[in-house]
Nanobody
């Protein structure tokens, strides 16, 4: 089992950039595919991006393609989300998640078993 801690959020203006970090602890971190989700107040937790450890493949929800980049450093047990050209609609709590099941939909929260505490990203207009 791993534990995840997100950091790097903040309050920025539209068009600005932020880089989120997700630091993992535990001895099996490298075995997990990782993802970022986000949740605005009163809304469901939605998929943002995912990355596979072994293949290095990345996946993004359509609304962030070309603006966000997910990356990893397995040696440091860390996954990142570089967010550029931020928009007010990106405002949410961003959560890091580690894969908990084999197969299924990587865009679904049920695909992941370990979650960080979240970091707030607020984008003003």
């Amino acid at each position: 089992q791993v534990q995840l801690v997100e950091s790097g959020g903040g309050l920025v203006q539209a068009g600005d950039s932020l880089k989120l970090s997700c630091a993992g602890s535990g001895r099996t971190f490298s075995a997990y595919a990782m993802a970022w989700f986000r949740q605005a107040p009163g809304k469901e937790r939605d998929f943002v991006a995912a990355i596979t450890w072994s293949g290095g493949n990345t996946y993004y929800t359509d609304s962030v393609k070309g603006r966000f980049t997910i990356s990893r450093d397995n040696a440091k047990n860390t996954v990142y989300l570089q967010m550029n050209s931020l928009k007010p609609e990106d405002t949410a709590v961003y959560y890091c998640a580690a894969q908990g099941v084999i197969g299924g939909d990587y865009r679904a929260t049920s695909h992941y078993s370990v979650w960080g505490q979240g970091t707030q990203v607020t984008v003003s207009s």
